[in-house]
């Protein structure tokens, strides 16, 4: 059991479909991110949150929309998404955004989306 | 730009032997985090070991053991006594500078330990 819990874990929708994934940490950290991992490819950064705030949004297709309502929570939120947005969707959070030097960020174990 | 390159798709050793995974890295930032995370089956990426631009030794977390190569921009992860649990997919990443939000992976290792 990590400390970062997501639900679901795995999830099929259609492309015309609205569903969320959650994201939940108890470990007091301050940052939580947002990660895609597609096959073949490696992981892709897609939003941050620092202190509930986005702090970076890479560029990332106005399908896929985060919040952000507590320094606990973290939700995606997907509708009219691609078969090309098929992917493992991984949560992670840190203790501090700034600070380099520091033991690594704590992964939740991943939401399987198939788009169908 | 790559900024991780991790060479090998596939990596296989036996049980109880030492295996040693490629990572190399391209930043001009003098200060930087670098990070190797396993990811088993069940998805999540779990934290192995961390090294900082500026530590002068090598880090080492029990079975595994980082040799930084600062000049070559290399930061190879050493498991040692394989056992069949560390087969996984094995990631490389790096953290560049106060301020930056984006840590960078590599493309991952899948290494399977064999009995």
């Known amino acids: 059991e990590t400390g970062v819990t997501q639900t679901p874990r795995h999830l099929v929708m259609g492309m015309t479909n609205k569903k969320s994934l959650k994201c939940e940490q108890h470990?007091?950290?301050?940052?939580m991110y947002w990660y895609k991992q597609s096959a073949k490819k490696p992981l892709e950064l897609m939003f941050v949150?620092?202190?509930?705030?986005?702090?970076e949004n890479n560029s990332v297709p106005s399908r896929f929309s985060p919040e952000c309502p507590n320094s606990s929570h973290l939700f995606l939120h997907l509708h009219t998404l691609q078969p090309e947005d098929s992917a493992l969707y991984l949560c992670?959070?840190?203790?501090?955004?700034?600070?380099?030097?520091?033991?690594?960020?704590?992964f939740g174990s991943g939401t399987r989306l198939t788009v169908v | 730009a790559q900024k991780i390159t991790q060479t090998q798709p596939g990596m296989f050793v036996q049980e109880k032997e030492a295996v040693t995974l490629d990572c190399t890295y391209d930043?001009?930032?003098?200060?930087?985090?670098l990070f190797w995370y396993k990811q088993p089956s069940s998805g999540e990426m779990i934290f192995l070991i961390y090294?900082?631009?500026?530590?002068?030794q090598n880090a080492t977390e029990g079975r595994y053991s980082l040799n930084f190569q600062k000049a070559r921009k290399s930061a190879n992860l050493v498991i040692s006594a394989s056992q069949l649990g560390d087969s996984a997919m094995y990631f490389c990443?790096?953290?560049?500078?106060?301020?930056?939000?984006?840590?960078?992976f590599g493309a991952g290792t899948r290494l399977t330990v064999k009995p």
């Open positions: 990443a790096m953290r560049e500078g106060a301020g930056n939000n984006d840590m960078r």
């Open positions: 090294q900082g631009s500026y530590d002068q």
């Open positions: 949150y620092s202190l509930e705030e986005r702090v």
């Open positions: 470990l007091g950290h301050n940052a």
């Open positions: 992670a959070s840190s203790q501090d955004l700034l600070v380099v030097r520091n033991y690594g960020y704590t």
């Open positions: 930043t001009s930032d003098p200060s930087y985090g």
